[in-house]
């Protein structure tokens, strides 16, 4: 959707939480990130929330108190259920979720090798660099 939405954009910002699989020390996470980058060509800038501040995370204040509410108790009985009710919820603001069911397997205990981490093309910022840093691309295009 944002390809569509900002085929000019040259830059992505994300925002994640410090822990789990996308935080910020988590190998996974960012040779994920640097190959999207480069599937991507986009610069990739990343601030992870610091520990224990997630509950101040505005997208988790605005988006899933409304899909909570759009729940109103009702029992989840399969995916579809879920995705559903998630699809369908709404804001008298605007927002319009957006979801669907991804049934692709994922491998679990992946381990990124040294030769990977020092490859990547990561540069950390000034202020606390290990949870604000920047991807670049390999190639541009």
Not at 52 to 60: A, F, L, V
Not at 104 to 127: E, G, W
């Amino acid at each position: 959707m944002g390809k569509r939405a900002y085929a000019d954009a040259r830059e992505l910002y994300i925002v994640a939480d410090a822990g789990g699989s996308n935080g910020y020390r988590a190998r996974l996470w960012k040779a994920e990130l640097q190959k999207f980058s480069d599937d991507s060509g986009l610069e990739l800038s990343v601030s992870h929330m610091p520990p224990g501040t997630s509950k101040w995370n505005k997208i988790e204040h605005r988006l899933f108190s409304h899909i909570s509410q759009n729940w109103r108790g009702r029992p989840l009985v399969d995916h579809q259920t879920v995705v559903s009710l998630i699809a369908n919820t709404t804001t008298a603001h605007g927002l319009k979720v957006k979801a669907c069911l991804d049934r692709r397997r994922y491998r679990t205990k992946v381990k990124v090798p040294d030769t990977v981490m020092r490859a990547l093309r990561i540069k950390p910022r000034r202020f606390h660099g290990d949870w604000n840093y920047k991807f670049a691309p390999h190639q541009l295009g």
